[in-house]
């Protein structure tokens, strides 16, 4: 790619695509650092294609850096609040055991639950994969990732006695 053909590609696509990215975030500022950033990555990317497909790649990088900048955020939030509510929230004895009798019932009924099960579980809650994701690694479709999900919740209600829900 060469710096005229991408200066071509910045003037005629980065007020769109920081438009994009302020109707997504809200945030003008937000909106223009994360349209650089893509410019940026399409640059140090080089990828080959014409202006129709480039503008397309940069949309999703758009996209993707959105994304990925709301759950980061999301996640300051998240521990900003618990840090927060930390002394607000002094669980009294009673809540602590329940607590701590819930957890050691979860991590049996873990044990307990069918291998193939468990291991989409797992690594839909801990790895925060999504199902596309767990399906590639474990060489599934996506319904038999979807089914096995399905039966390990319905597995865990039940045995945590959470069968009314």
């Known amino acids: 790619m060469t710096k005229e053909f991408f200066k071509s590609l910045f003037d005629a696509h980065f007020d769109a695509l920081r438009n994009y990215l302020y109707y997504r975030s809200g945030d003008k500022e937000l909106a223009t650092d994360l349209a ?27 996209n993707d850096l959105f994304i990925s900048q709301y759950r980061h955020a ?48 797992l690594m839909s809650r801990s790895e925060a994969l999504k199902n596309r994701e767990i399906a590639e690694r474990l060489g599934l ?16 209600k039940q045995v945590l006695g959470y069968d009314e829900l």
């Open 36 to 62: 650089q950033e893509c410019f940026l990555k399409l640059w140090e990317k080089q990828p080959i294609g014409d202006s129709v497909t480039l503008k397309r790649l940069l949309f999703k990088i758009g």
């Open 74 to 121: 999301k996640i300051e939030r998240d521990f900003i609040f618990k840090q927060s509510n930390a002394g607000e929230l002094s669980q009294s004895p009673e809540e602590e055991f329940n607590y701590s009798e819930l957890e050691k019932r979860y991590n049996l009924a873990l044990k307990e639950m069918p291998e193939n099960y468990r291991v989409v579980f």
């Open 141 to 156: 479709s996506i319904k038999a990732v979807e089914k096995r999900m399905s039966k390990a919740l319905h597995y865990l």
